[in-house]
């Protein structure tokens, strides 16, 4: 079984913190994902790293930045978290193949910035 | 990049009848279409997927439907039962090496006991 974590179910942080999340994976996948989950918008895509230290922008990669120095960590870093950045975010991670594959999401960390 | 419309928003059955949702995708390179469900509270799970050369597919209650000339693809749930009550996410591949998926904004569907 593919296991995907992340290392905070809650987290409450102020205006202006830095913040750090992160997403660990077991299966040596090459793909890791950064989502954002708000009601009514769907899963929107904040960043993507194909590899270790490989990272593109998705759709919504402004105030965000995400680090890979292993490649079954992923990171993502709030600089300096805002109140319109309080959502649930999701990790996933999956295969490289050439024809699209399934991601696996961790089970999610609901951010709430103050 | 991949754009995913899904309808409707919200879809309420009676337990054991039919629920369908569909979901349109926009760019015609793309070659994988999954299908997941999230549980309030709870991670979205792969519940079934389709590849582009292929139609059908079918997974005892979950069946998934691909139209690629019109560039859309249906889920159909049959027999509903409570535990089907969910929010369904569509999705389609795109990017380099249809690496990405493009979600839909879900449908949250309600089975009536």
């Known amino acids: 079984d593919v296991k995907v974590t992340q290392s905070s179910r809650y987290l409450v942080k102020r205006t202006g913190e830095k913040v750090f999340l992160e997403c660990v994976q077991d299966?040596?996948?090459?793909?890791m994902f950064w989502y954002r989950q708000d009601p009514g918008l769907g899963l929107r895509l904040i960043y993507f790293s194909y590899d270790v230290k490989m990272k593109e922008k998705g759709d919504i990669p402004e105030g965000y930045s995400v680090s890979r120095e292993k490649k079954e960590r992923f990171s993502l870093i709030l600089e300096s978290a805002s109140t319109n950045q309080t959502s649930m975010y999701l990790c996933a991670s999956s295969e490289t193949s050439g024809r699209g594959n399934e991601q696996f999401f961790g089970p999610g960390t609901r951010l709430t910035v103050l | 990049g991949e754009n995913v419309e899904q309808h409707p928003s919200t879809l309420s059955v009676q337990e054991g009848d039919s629920a369908v949702i569909k979901c349109t995708y926009s760019?015609?390179?793309?070659?994988?279409f999954p299908w997941y469900k999230q549980e309030l509270g709870k991670r979205p799970q792969l519940i079934i997927d389709i590849r582009s050369n292929v139609g059908e597919k079918k997974d005892q209650r979950i069946a998934v439907t691909l139209n690629k000339t019109a560039k859309h693809f249906s889920l159909h749930i049959t027999e509903t039962q409570p535990e089907d009550s969910a929010v369904y996410f569509c999705?389609?591949?795109?990017?380099?090496?249809?690496?990405?998926?493009?979600f839909g904004k879900g449908n949250q569907v309600v089975v009536i006991p």
């Open positions: 299966m040596d996948h090459e793909n």
């Open positions: 760019d015609s390179a793309s070659n994988y």
């Open positions: 999705a389609a591949s795109y990017g380099y090496g249809n690496n990405r998926l493009a």
